[in-house]
């Protein structure tokens, strides 16, 4: 279950990244970086976690013409993190998988945002509500050949359904029983998604906001396992 729990190292500096490994210890091995942590020199804090053998989720959120898309996909398989983020754009998906090809790197297409509901789709633009887009963007993402798919745990049972066996299904939006949702909107907890078909979980504030970072990360593994 290690490596299917992925902690958010949603923190301000990578003093505060590296003190949350420090306090995790071997009990978790796979840390989600993301645009906060990057531009306060999360990509060295990257090479550092890979280097101790520890896997690296890069949540970018890609989506730019394709010669860009590829060139940074092109990048992050260099860097040798394992996940990496694209919005699921057909045309982006399949210049991403043409870039990633023979290389390790598992490449996800986000569907929709947790932080948003069929409300907010709706003032963005979209005729489509969540779960409608949600599968319309996982089918889209299996036919570009990428390797999996990030939406809310709400509809990993769908997606499952629509990508099979073979691809990742990775769910953010988890909260243990409890839990405050913050500004999550679509969420679920960590057995519930793995028995929903959900790969891997993201879990953020739940294990680093908590007074016993390990024993939180313990707890959601204990469920993750028996739930599998």
């Known amino acids: 279950m290690q490596d299917r729990l992925i902690v958010g190292l949603d923190v301000a500096t990578t003093a505060e ?3 949350i490994v420090a306090d995790l210890g071997d009990s978790c091995r796979f840390y989600k970086i ?3 942590l990057v531009l306060a020199g999360g990509l ?22 394709d010669h860009t898309v590829a060139r940074a996909v092109e990048n992050a398989a260099r860097l040798g993190v394992s996940m990496l983020t694209l919005h699921a754009y057909p045309k982006a998906m399949r210049a991403a998988a043409e870039a990633a090809r023979g290389t ?16 907010d789709l709706i003032e963005a633009g979209y005729a489509a509500g969540a779960a409608e887009l949600v599968k319309r963007r ?4 299996r036919a570009a050949g990428i390797g999996g798919i990030v939406c809310s745990a709400n509809e990993a049972a769908a997606v499952r359904a629509i990508v099979g066996d073979a691809m990742a299904v990775v769910t953010p939006g988890i909260r243990p029983a409890g839990a405050a949702t913050g500004d999550q909107k679509r969420v679920m907890t960590p057995a519930k ?8 979980l993201v879990v953020a504030r739940p ?3 908590a007074a016993d970072r390990r024993a939180a990360a313990s707890a959601i593994l204990k469920e993750m396992q028996s739930a599998s």
């Open 17 to 19: 990244a590296s003190a």
């Open 34 to 36: 993301g645009y906060q």
């Open 44 to 65: 060295d804090l990257a090479r550092e976690l890979i280097g101790s053998g520890c896997k690296v989720f890069l949540d970018m959120k890609i989506l730019d013409i």
């Open 104 to 119: 390790d790197l598992c490449l996800l297409g986000v569907t929709v945002l947790t932080s948003m509901d069929d409300a």
């Open 138 to 141: 996982a089918a889209q993402a």
């Open 193 to 200: 998604a793995i028995r929903a078909g959900a790969s891997h």
């Open 207 to 209: 294990i680093i906001g």
